[in-house]
């Protein structure tokens, strides 16, 4: 079983459709979430990061997290042709100044 | 603020030859991490330090591929001899302990060895 692991893609939404985009781990001490978005030839961008369990907004951006179930999701609100990028998950098991543990990316392309 | 900031670029090179990147994290950062990413493999993390000090060296693929880190604010990736499977980017990113451990990448290095 993969560290961490994202559903496969392509995803393809119409522009002000919700895009769902989840991700499993399988180590239960993982303590931090992250999701980077990166846009073809660019670097991942931190877009979310989330700690505890339950939701977190920024935005169109949702985060939620599931320790129990080992998931974590990133709903898209009205989603915009802007936000076709590859979406990246990252977990970290070990706390502050430790590494991050990466999925391999879903890619999102919203249809105007 | 200034973001990570790596050069060169891009580099291209031949086969053999010696190749080093290098990085200045975001100011007050004490962590410093380089990554490498392939279509095929993705995102992979080859080594990282803090305050400096190398803690994991473990992604580093082989002895051919050597970091070093002299100062809070600069690090080299060095690769020597390259070979035309190195070709990838690499991307370094810092974070701080500041009770958050949320990590911040550069712009990347995109490596081709012919």
């Known amino acids: 079983q993969k560290e961490v692991e994202q559903n496969s893609g392509p995803l393809s939404v119409p522009e002000g459709a919700i895009a769902s985009l989840n991700c499993t781990y399988s180590?239960?001490?993982?303590?931090?979430f992250f999701w980077y978005r990166q846009y073809s030839g660019k670097s991942p961008e931190l877009i979310m990061s989330?700690?505890?369990?339950g939701d977190k907004e920024d935005g169109r951006f949702t985060a939620q997290l599931n320790k129990a179930s080992q998931y974590v999701s990133l709903l898209i609100r009205d989603s915009q042709p802007s936000d076709s990028a590859t979406y990246l998950c990252a977990v970290n098991k070990h706390g502050a100044n430790s590494k991050l543990t990466f999925g391999k990316g879903i890619t999102l392309s919203v249809r105007p | 603020d200034a973001g990570v900031i790596q050069s060169p670029r891009h580099e291209v090179t031949e086969m053999g030859q010696e190749v080093t990147l290098r990085c200045k994290p975001i100011?007050?950062?004490?962590?410093l991490f380089w990554y490498r990413q392939t279509m095929m493999r993705g995102l992979e993390l080859l080594i990282y330090f803090n305050n400096n000090v190398p803690i994991d060296d473990s992604g580093m693929p082989e002895d051919r591929f050597s970091a070093k880190m002299p100062n809070a604010s600069f690090s080299t990736l060095k690769i020597q001899p390259s070979e035309p499977r190195d070709s990838a980017v690499y991307f370094c990113?810092?974070?701080?302990?500041?009770?958050?451990?949320?990590?911040?990448f550069g712009p990347g290095t995109r490596l081709t060895v012919l």
């Open positions: 180590d239960r001490v993982s303590q931090s």
């Open positions: 100011s007050g950062h004490n962590s």
């Open positions: 989330i700690y505890s369990n």
């Open positions: 990113a810092s974070s701080s302990n500041r009770g958050r451990d949320e990590q911040f």
